[in-house]
């Protein structure tokens, strides 16, 4: 057999790759079949493949139930916000970086706008609780000082969409500009000498060239961001939300809802979230797919695949 | 490309830069504007993405009776008693340890492995290297999702309360390993081919050839994955119930949650601290290493991820 023959010439360089095949079946494909459990009626005792067929009971229960709806939509729009501030803010960084001359500014100024990417959840949420807690919180304090009203944060639903898009620009514009820099410091230095010979004026040069320039990255940037638009930012919402059940409302996504039914004392609560977890997988998939095909009419370059 | 048009583009270009330099020189007014733009703004965002940091870190030192008033840019007054009341418990060394162990011995595991598989992926030699990517690829596409992850690690492989559940689950990311192949990619193949002619062994090669010119992107890696260690709360919080085996990470959370319930850290000493104080100290030397490293290393990673996304 060809295979075989493959195998057998090249058998140190597959053995070399042969701990991560094993990890990755192991570690993400075996737990795919625990899809199977959103059409069965999951029983500890007798575990995933012992549990009996109960057909689409599951997936009925979770989308004539009444929260479905709610955090798809949760999901989705605050996702969409990070999307659009995350990608509108690292870019301007990135092109006002790109504008600093003064080598040290820079280098200083750069270091600090990526520095939160590098702190873990947990101390990003214990800083907000801290900030924005009760009527001794920081931002309240600067609020009375103002002569403004204190505002209740953990108990006004509405404010958090914001709040959350501000915290995620905070820990991840900086480093998303990076990638922006890398591409922009790539570009000739030709299109804006002969912009400059035509009179172009430096905004101008930003807006008719750079930016053009920067559209495929842009695009696959928008697009890798799109594709897990289904997906929730566990640790963010999760740890500053926490079962506080006020805030639901604005900031229930489809994974602390799942971990939420993963963890509560229903006999058939696995079942119940697999059920959304094959919803999230299928639906993701499924954007991902739709979204290369757009990009593939409008921009063939930038395609992700 | 051959030697002289190397020669004739490295001419073309110096001859740009003094042009560039002398156009700099004059520049107009928009570009006064746009300067003055990116100075204010950057310095702006640089200092809303400092100014937390430097709260927690005053704050940290700062006395229990000023800390109720809410945090201060500067310290009012300075005492040590919540690093005191923290560091005389047996829980910060014992979660301290664990997170150091993590994060040692996941990122040598979790680098070496990824390096070799992207090595494999990438090497012109392997007939099957698409189908390698695509294997990795498609988990990216379709996760196996919460609940598979959660019967995978809890039930099936039974590794609850297991420094393993800590170790495991972050050993390999595809990210990473994309990341990887499009940087070995660049290098050429002639490397490999004359070790070859010379009888060398593959993994020879691999080891004393191809690691010592990767070193950016190695290094870049490695951060990477430590990062993704020294943070990791999410797998604790799942699998591990026993404060044995909790890392920093969940020290504080649980710090935070049960911000009454400070006995949590097994201190035996009567100081009177704030809790918002231990917590704030908590966080202090839970970002420690980072800080430290960070300066370090930050040249390295600009370089890696780069060159890997650039080529990609």
Not at chain 1, 157 to 186: D, E, N, R
Not at chain 2, 149 to 166: F, T, V
Request: glycine letters at 6%; proline letters at 4%.
């Amino acid at each position: 057999m060809r295979i075989w023959r493959e195998l057998r010439k090249n058998k140190w360089l597959y053995a070399m790759s042969l701990p991560v095949v094993v990890y990755v079946f192991i570690f993400s494909y075996v737990p795919m079949s625990a899809h199977l459990l959103a059409f069965k009626q999951f029983s500890p005792g007798k575990g995933l493949w012992g549990s009996e067929w109960i057909g689409l009971d599951n997936l009925t229960f979770f989308f004539t139930g009444p929260d479905w709806l709610g955090v798809t939509v949760n999901t989705i729009y605050l996702n969409l916000l990070f999307i659009a501030a995350g990608t509108i803010c690292s870019l301007c960084i990135a092109l006002l970086l790109n504008e600093i001359r003064h080598a040290y500014f820079k280098k200083v100024s750069q270091s600090l706008v990526i520095l939160p990417h590098f702190i873990s959840i947990v101390i990003v949420n214990l800083m907000v609780i801290n900030f924005f807690n009760g009527q001794d919180g920081m931002i309240n304090r600067i609020f009375s000082q103002l002569g403004f009203e204190p505002v209740n944060w953990f108990q006004t639903p509405a404010v958090w969409p914001c709040l959350l898009t501000i915290i995620f620009v905070w820990k991840g514009a900086g480093w998303g500009s990076i990638i922006y820099l890398a591409t922009l410091t790539g570009f000739s230095e030709e299109y804006f000498e002969s912009a400059r010979i035509d009179g172009a004026k430096r905004l101008q040069q930003i807006w008719y060239i750079t930016l053009p320039l920067l559209r495929p990255t842009i695009i696959v940037l928008t697009l890798l961001g799109l594709g897990r638009i289904f997906y929730g930012d566990f640790g963010l919402i999760y740890g500053i939300i926490g079962d506080n059940s006020l805030l639901f409302n604005s900031t229930d996504v489809i994974d602390t809802y799942t971990y939420r039914s993963l963890r509560s004392t229903n006999m058939n609560s696995y079942s119940n979230a697999a059920a959304v977890a094959l919803f999230q997988s299928v639906m993701g998939l499924i954007t991902i797919l739709f979204f290369n095909w757009v990009v593939r009419r409008v921009d063939n370059d930038s395609k992700l695949f | 490309m051959t030697a002289n048009q190397t020669k004739l583009t490295s001419l073309a270009r110096q001859s740009e830069r003094s042009k560039q330099i002398k156009l700099a020189k004059q520049r107009d007014t928009s570009q006064l504007a746009v300067s003055l733009v990116a100075y204010v703004f950057i310095g702006a965002f640089a200092l809303f993405c400092f100014i937390p940091f430097w709260l927690v870190y005053i704050g940290s030192f700062t006395a229990e009776s000023q800390i109720v008033q809410g945090f201060r840019m500067l310290p009012t007054k300075f005492t040590l008693d919540a690093y005191r009341f923290l560091l005389q418990g047996s829980q910060v060394y014992q979660s301290g340890f664990v997170s150091v162990f993590i994060t040692v011995v996941g990122t040598a595991g979790a680098v070496l492995i990824t390096s070799m598989f992207a090595y494999v992926a990438a090497h012109p030699k392997v007939k099957y290297r698409y189908v390698l990517s695509f294997y990795i690829y498609f988990t990216m596409l379709f996760p196996p999702g919460l609940v598979g992850y959660y019967l995978l690690i809890s039930n099936w492989l039974g590794l609850r309360d297991s420094l393993l559940a800590l170790l495991l689950p972050l050993l390999f990311s595809a990210f990473n390993s994309f990341l990887m192949t499009s940087y070995f990619r660049t290098l050429p193949f002639e490397l490999n081919e004359a070790a070859t002619v010379d009888g060398a062994h593959e993994l020879y090669i691999f080891f004393r050839i191809i690691w010592p010119v990767s070193m950016p992107v190695i290094a870049t890696i490695a951060l990477f994955y430590a990062l993704s260690y020294w943070n990791d709360w999410f797998n604790a919080l799942m699998f591990i119930d026993d404060p044995h085996n909790q890392p920093l990470q969940m020290m504080l959370r649980r710090i935070v949650s049960n911000s009454q319930n400070l006995d949590y850290l097994n201190t035996n000493v009567n100081i009177p601290v704030s809790a918002t104080g231990v917590q704030l100290s908590a966080v202090v030397i839970t970002i420690g290493p980072i800080i430290f490293l960070y300066p370090f290393l930050q040249r390295y990673f600009i370089k890696g991820i780069t060159i890997g996304a650039v080529k990609g």
